[in-house]
């Protein structure tokens, strides 16, 4: 006897191998992971427990990441003496300095 799940949007039953419900086409996942920290999350999750990074429905943004931020749980942000004296030789040329 093979086992079903219950969809949680339309409350059809599914195979119990089935990813995606085949009357809605709902996610059918028992968990969610983290693409920062890989920590399984329950599917409802907005944000991961262990790390509060938001888990769908964001973009990333370039140049947001702040120093010591961790990426994809093994980049670790640093700023460098080189990219901050680079930042303020830019500011001083747009300044006329």
Do not use: W
């Amino acid at each position: 006897m093979s086992m079903t799940k219950q969809c949680p949007n339309c409350r059809t039953s599914n195979r119990d191998d089935t990813r995606f419900c085949f009357n809605c086409a709902t996610p059918l996942v028992s968990e969610v992971l983290c693409p920062s920290c890989g920590t399984a999350n329950r599917p409802e999750a907005s944000f991961c427990h262990y790390c509060a990074t938001p888990l769908r429905g964001t973009t990333p943004q370039t140049g947001m990441l702040q120093p010591n931020a961790v990426l994809a749980g093994r980049y670790i942000i640093v700023r460098s003496e080189a990219s901050l004296s680079m930042s303020i030789c830019q500011g001083n040329l747009r300044e006329g300095r």
